[in-house]
């Protein structure tokens, strides 16, 4: 028995459906087909899966004129949707872009936060949107908010101000704060000046980058990636009144509940928030208390260069106020040995850059930025720091060896200010000015005697010296050291402070930094307390030990050292500050 087949042949153009029904996204169906030979030929003379998405994507978006279908406006998919969502005309004089957020209409999706990752092309794990949550107690019993939050494109921008090399912009027609990835040499300071957590550093390009609004969409009158994905059209983009939005923003406002004052960069996201949502509520995240990176090159750098001024500091005010009775090799190891240790710190630093050949350009923003100009200062300082030293070695006149010295000490200082500063301006409340400022000057202190202490007790003239200078260096390295860490036990006393953010640095000192600070006070109680006390009993012999002295003189220097170094490490991972809300850790 001969089976006939009835045969079809595909009309000449793609897409043509011989049943009469137009699949939606230009593909022709197949399922008049008779043979799997005729199938595969029709797919021949079919569109790829993009070309006929695209097909789709271009023409889904048209109107019908009059009922014409030939006479298509040539429009974008979903522009209907999204122009509702986007500002009849771009920013005027004075104005300029901003994202507003309807937070009821917000579902935690994360379409936004999808749409954002693909459209940039973001590494695994990289995003410049994310989602928290707000919870509390309001009218009607507890709620709970989800909150989508990306680059607030502030007035007054803080990473801006703090880039040492003028990595960031801010549009003066679109006020959009734009970041110059190939100006950025991955130093990360705008991760701390930001108040709001928004720029991220990448670890493969070593450069932080950030949200810029989808600028490229917005000059073609498209929607951001994040506006454009949002199922419930939750956010949009406003033009506002730069003025009117400064002299309305009060120190106590906040975009959300939680988050940090809007006085200090005056973000201009507007949220626009539910009854339901009680002015009390809290992040998600606000309970949860997770150490920050430890940043360890600049705990390197900080505590060495600290050392190396405090160092030059102690010798300096020696000389000049016991002259001859310090011995001149101890004045020479002294002067090298922090010459020595300050110009590793410096080297220690570019390893915490992300680009470190592009080290050089961090000087560009010292008119602004207290980074540029810690590394101004410090860059004078280590010339006149060489300078004092070999004056020393090379039996140079009294009163030059002194100024010189004097000169770098005071350079020094100013650099040491500079660092301080550089944490302050962040507003950051574990980095408060006082705060940190005491902590720096003790590092400075505390790490200089302990230097001069050991290159006195170690000079061939120490025995000569031990009353004039052994025990006086002693017992003040002993009480700079008990009162350092008499500060430092205020943030641990029973009841802990009363300040909310400094009493989650004290919970994160007792509980996931308990080892760190237990190496903090034990190093030095014993290298700043237990051993220079140790010196004063051994220099009340009639015959000191020389070699106990320079055993108990070297083991302080190093545990003081271990001890400033544990309490910088510190300094970067118990600091917490507000933020927007984020997700549990």
Not at 12 to 35: E, F, I, K, N, Q
Not at 97 to 125: I, P
Not at 295 to 313: C, D, Y
Not at 361 to 371: E, K, M, P, Q
Request: negative net charge.
């Amino acid at each position: 028995m001969t089976q006939t087949y009835d045969r079809w042949t595909p009309a000449s153009g793609p897409g043509t459906d011989p049943t009469g029904v137009d699949d939606p996204y230009g593909a022709p169906d197949t399922s008049g087909l008779r043979t799997p030979i005729d199938r595969y030929l029709a797919e021949q003379h079919d569109l790829s899966a993009v070309e006929r998405f695209s097909r789709h994507h271009d023409g889904a978006g048209h109107d019908l004129v009059d009922g014409d279908p030939s006479a298509e406006l040539d429009r974008p998919f979903h522009e209907d949707w999204y122009r509702a969502l986007m500002p009849a005309s771009p920013p005027g004089p004075g104005e300029q872009y901003r994202f507003e957020v309807d937070l009821a209409a917000c579902t935690s999706c994360k379409s936004c936060v999808a749409a954002c990752h693909s459209l940039n092309g973001l590494d695994e794990g990289e995003s410049w949107r994310r989602t928290g949550t707000l919870v509390g107690v309001g009218p009607a019993g507890p709620t709970q908010q989800t909150v989508t939050t990306a680059c607030h494109h502030c007035v007054d921008p803080a990473c801006l101000n703090g880039c040492p090399v003028d990595a960031y912009d801010k549009d003066p027609v679109t006020g959009i704060v734009h970041h110059l990835d190939d100006q950025c040499i991955g130093c990360s300071y705008c991760t701390f000046t930001c108040p709001y957590d928004v720029p991220r550093f990448n670890e493969r390009l070593g450069i932080v980058r950030k949200c810029d609004m989808c600028a490229g969409r917005l000059a073609e009158g498209e929607a951001p990636a994040c506006v454009q994905a949002c199922p419930t059209g939750a956010i949009s983009i406003g033009v506002v009144d730069v003025d009117e939005l400064v002299r309305a923003t009060a120190a106590d406002q906040r975009l959300v509940p939680g988050a940090p004052s809007s006085s200090v960069t005056v973000p201009t996201t507007r949220y626009v928030q539910p009854a339901t949502l009680p002015d009390d509520a809290l992040a998600g995240d606000h309970w949860s208390e997770a150490p920050a990176h430890a940043h360890r090159p600049l705990v390197l750098m900080l505590v060495l260069t600290q050392l190396s001024v405090g160092a030059f500091g102690v010798l300096t005010l020696l000389d000049w106020l016991r002259g001859d009775d310090l011995a001149p090799s101890a004045e020479r190891w002294t002067a090298t040995m922090a010459l020595g240790l300050g110009l590793l710190a410096l080297g220690a630093s570019i390893g915490h850059l992300g680009r470190p050949l592009q080290a050089w350009r961090a000087v560009i923003g010292v008119g602004h930025s207290w980074l540029s100009r810690e590394i101004v200062v410090f860059g004078l300082f280590a010339p006149l720091a060489a300078g004092a030293a070999a004056m020393r070695w090379f039996d140079a006149p009294d009163g030059a060896a002194l100024a010189l010295a004097a000169a770098a000490s005071a350079t020094g200082l100013a650099g040491v200010a500079c660092s301080a500063l550089i944490y302050a301006v962040t507003r950051r409340r574990w980095w408060r000015l006082d705060r940190t400022a005491r902590g720096f000057a003790g590092t400075t202190v505390t790490c200089g005697l302990a230097v001069v202490l050991a290159a006195v007790v170690a000079s061939p003239d120490a025995s000569s010296v031990f009353d004039t200078m052994v025990r006086p260096l002693a017992l003040t390295l002993a009480a700079a050291t008990a009162a350092v860490l008499a500060g430092d036990a205020v943030v641990l006393r029973p009841g802990g402070p009363t300040d909310p953010y400094l009493a989650r640095a004290a919970r994160l000192l007792r509980g996931p930094l308990a080892g760190v600070t237990m190496v903090r006070f034990h190093a030095a109680l014993v290298g700043g307390i237990a051993l220079p006390l140790l010196l004063v009993a051994v220099s009340a012999d009639e015959v000191p030990s020389i070699g106990a002295a320079r055993v108990a003189a070297t083991l302080a220097l190093v545990l003081v050292v271990v001890a400033e170094l544990a309490g910088r490490e510190l300094f970067f991972r118990a600091q917490t500050a507000p933020r927007m809300p984020g997700t549990p850790r």
